[in-house]
């Protein structure tokens, strides 16, 4: 079944409680460390460009890339509202493609983590390092295999909210490392009507020495990891991992 597709009309309502403004803050601090203050930044896996737009305003040249039309639409008419001059690409990031290099790429809020195989990530981290100028910055996170295991694995969510309401249904995957969510959203229409869709998410868990493993094996350099939540360091009970890695060259890249 395909994600983001109804999903998408009601994905800012249902995630109106993540720190977007605070995360925004955060990777601009990062970027101008270093030494990123302006230039083209493709926000990878972009969504609704909520992020994407903070960042526009914040004086970058985004480009923002996700495989999902229905996403993108929403982000095009957030777009066409705060009149932003943003590019958006309907491509898998798996396999996208730019017309030139961008200073820096970010992906966030597990994007990651929709990449299963592990060959398919490190093609992911291949090509950032191929579209990245000379030592340009990837900044990204992802759910820990800790998070999907321990704390949501198997665990049922539902929230009431009147006119948009859920259930999500985890169950964890030992062997395969994934955990499959399972998305029942109940929608009010104007009729007063409630018309339901239902959505099977997958994510795999990973471990920050197997992210770092598969980057270095595409040829980018490993900066540093943090904790994404905290800004310390990782621990056994971290969640959510903020890892940065460095362009280093373009040997092997097509």
Not at 13 to 18: A, S
Not at 43 to 56: H, N, V
Not at 130 to 154: M, S
Not at 195 to 210: C, P
Request: proline content about 1%; some cysteine; hydrophobic content about 35%.
């Amino acid at each position: 079944m395909e994600s983001y597709t109804d999903f998408a009309e009601v994905y800012d309502q249902l995630m109106d409680d993540v720190p977007y403004a605070a995360w925004a803050e955060r990777i601009i601090e990062l970027l101008q460390a270093h030494g990123i203050d302006d230039g083209l930044v493709l926000d990878l896996g972009c969504g609704t460009g909520t992020l994407t737009e903070m960042l526009a305003q914040a004086g970058y040249d985004m480009i923002g890339v996700d495989l999902s039309p229905e996403m993108l639409e929403a982000a095009n008419r957030k777009k066409e509202q705060s009149g932003q001059d943003i590019l958006y690409l309907c491509q898998d990031m798996r396999a996208f493609e730019l017309y030139g290099t961008v200073r820096a790429i970010v992906c966030v809020c597990d994007s990651i983590n929709y990449i299963l195989k592990e060959e398919e990530l490190k093609e992911v981290f291949r090509l950032a390092n191929n579209y990245l100028d000379p030592r340009g910055i990837f900044l990204f996170d992802f759910n820990t295999l800790h998070k999907y295991r321990d704390v949501i694995g198997d665990a049922v969510i539902a929230e009431d909210r009147g006119e948009c309401s859920f259930i999500w249904e985890n169950t964890w995957h030992e062997e395969e490392q994934v955990n499959e969510y399972d998305l029942t959203v109940y929608v009010q229409e104007e009729d007063g009507r409630y018309r339901r869709f239902d959505e099977t998410h997958l994510q795999r868990g990973y471990e920050t020495k197997q992210i770092r493993a598969l980057a270095e094996q595409a040829g980018m350099v490993y900066l540093e990891s943090r904790d994404a939540d905290t800004d310390g360091t990782e621990t056994e009970e971290t969640e959510r991992v903020l890892v940065l890695l460095q362009e280093q060259g373009k040997a092997g890249s097509v």
